[in-house]
């Protein structure tokens, strides 16, 4: 879960790093995906018992907010890099 929490933030500041809204655009769908990573590593940690069904509805919230973010910065940036 850590891999994945620290890939998310990771891979936005590598995408704004680079020189081209296309180049951002890829980093973000990157990041988008290790948000889906940790979605389903909380789901296993709650199935195994590691979690309690509170603490993961509300980190899994978190986790669906962050996801959402990058959808809409997504669609931003997707559509400054084609127009």
């Not at 936005?12 to 389903?40: C, M, W």
């Not at 509300?58 to 973010?69: G, L, V």
Request: proline share 1%; with cysteine.
């Amino acid at each position: 879960m850590k891999r994945c929490a620290t890939s998310i933030p990771s891979n936005i500041a590598e995408g704004a790093g680079r020189g081209s809204a296309r180049d951002y655009g890829r980093f973000l769908q990157i990041a988008a995906g290790s948000a889906n990573e940790l979605d389903y590593q909380l789901l296993l940690s709650k199935e195994l018992g590691y979690i309690g069904s509170d603490r993961h509805a509300e980190m899994a919230s978190e986790a669906e907010a962050i996801r959402r973010m990058l959808a809409s910065l997504i669609r931003k940036v997707l559509e400054d890099s084609s127009g």
